[in-house]
């Protein structure tokens, strides 16, 4: 296989706190890597890590063979985050959130249909003219998702991406996971959902107070 995203010797630590131990490992093309592990075990501090969101203590992260920091922007084409608490902006619609992040990655092309389907998709469409402020979590949530979709990557990191989802939208986001790994896309997800775990996993990540190990 061929590993769209390779880690180093990762590490953070806050003063004397060690929130993550140094791993090595990398994503491969059309696989679905699982991170999983209890709560504080500190899958969003590496999930944050490897999106460039937290700089880590020590070690590197590439995608594609660019460098997170030296090449940031050739990453930042490559590799897309959904995190478990979208952020949003205060003055755009949900259709333009999505407008914005195409046109931002030049991914204009057909944007209407696209837009269009993944906001039915995900039974956002009614709720397309609306600011995410009157969302609720779980609206807000598969508008993240949808940002993420919109655009071309070749890695996908999701933290949690079932938290607040209906039985209808997991199986759905199942679904257009699963498409994505048989397009050849690298995605790490972290969740606790045993039934998503035994769906999606290829390989597994567990991690338990900072220290990642392979399942």
Known sequence: MT???????????????????????ELNAGEITILSGP??????????????LIRPSTGTVAVSGFDLYRDEVEVRRRLV??????????????WEHLRFIAMANNATGDFDRRAEELLRKLDLWEARDL??????????????????????????????????????????????????????????????DPNLIDQLGDRRLMIHQGVIEAD
């Open 131 to 192: 600011f995410p402020h009157h969302f609720s979590r779980g609206m807000r949530l598969k508008l993240g998702l949808a940002l993420g979709l919109i655009r071309p990557f070749e890695v996908l990191l999701l933290d949690e991406p079932t938290s607040a989802l209906d039985i209808e939208s997991v199986a759905l986001l199942v679904d257009e996971l699963r498409g994505l790994r048989d397009r050849g896309t690298a995605i790490l997800l972290s969740t606790h």
């Open 81 to 94: 985050f959904v995190p478990d608490v979208p952020r949003f902006y205060l003055e755009l619609t949900a």
């Open 3 to 25: 590993a769209c995203l390779a880690v180093k010797e990762l590490s953070k630590k806050y003063a004397s706190f060690l929130a993550l131990s140094p791993v090595s490992f």
């Open 39 to 52: 709560n504080g075990s500190g899958k969003t501090t590496l999930l944050s890590c490897l999106s460039g």
